[in-house]
């Protein structure tokens, strides 16, 4: 009953390297999220995925790409680090884009 | 632009009274409300979902209400007990937006 699995749970990088963040959920959702928390901002949304074959920009996708590889997997890539992407990431899915969504418990970035 | 408004001060409630939080919306007209919960280093839980045609929702020690001419959603925890301590996020969503956006959330202690 593991519902939605990110990788790794910490990490440290420094500017300008790349680093993937992987999700996956085994509730057969078809739709998948990625946010962003930060203090006192809330969670923002990066990317958004409807169903397996779209993804789409959110709030702040600056700096980001994603990919839906099947229906399970939505990963982030933060292909040149930077000081202000240090954060804590969650992935989360849902049924459908208006259903309740289903959390991670985030990963933890710092870039130095 | 769309604006999401939660008591931005901490709430402290003597375990046993009602717990009130409030979550304002401006430049939006949701048609949904999603209250979560979130505790330290874990990722957001789904409590309770309103739509904009229903006054109240109820659920245990939980109730929502949604007043679309207020713009406003109030989320109440009767008999509060020490373990309902967390930080509480709001979320409104539009019948065709795909995109959800979260408020800040409020922290709620309650003290024995």
């Known amino acids: 009953n593991a519902g939605v699995t990110q990788t790794p749970k910490f990490q440290v990088l420094k500017t300008g390297q790349s680093m993937t963040l992987q999700c996956a959920q085994d509730?057969?959702?078809?739709?998948m999220y990625w946010y962003r928390q930060d203090p006192g901002m809330g969670l923002r949304l990066i990317y958004y995925?409807?169903?397996?074959?779209?993804?789409d920009k959110g709030e702040v996708p600056n700096g980001y790409n994603v990919s839906r590889l099947n229906k399970r997997e939505f990963s982030l890539r933060l292909e040149s680090a930077a000081p202000s992407q240090t954060s804590v990431y969650f992935c989360?899915?849902?049924?459908?884009?208006?259903?309740?969504?289903?959390f991670g418990d985030g990963t933890r970035l710092s870039i130095l | 632009s769309q604006k999401i408004e939660q008591n931005s001060e901490a709430l402290n409630i003597q375990e046993g009274k009602t717990a009130t939080l409030t979550c304002n919306y401006t430049?939006?007209?949701?048609?949904?409300l999603q209250w979560y919960r979130q505790d330290p280093g874990r990722g957001p839980v789904f409590l309770l979902l309103?739509?904009?045609?229903?006054k109240e929702k109820r659920k245990e020690r939980l109730k929502v209400t949604f007043d679309t001419t207020l713009k406003q959603s109030l989320f109440h925890i009767t008999a509060s007990q020490p373990a309902d301590s967390a930080t509480y996020l709001c979320?409104?969503?539009?019948?065709?937006?795909?995109?959800?956006?979260f408020g800040s959330g409020t922290r709620l202690s309650i003290r024995p």
């Open positions: 509730m057969n959702h078809n739709s």
């Open positions: 309103i739509r904009e045609n229903e």
């Open positions: 989360a899915s849902s049924e459908e884009l208006t259903q309740p969504q289903h």
């Open positions: 430049n939006y007209s949701p048609a949904y």
């Open positions: 995925s409807a169903s397996e074959g779209t993804t």
């Open positions: 979320a409104p969503l539009g019948s065709s937006a795909s995109k959800i956006i």
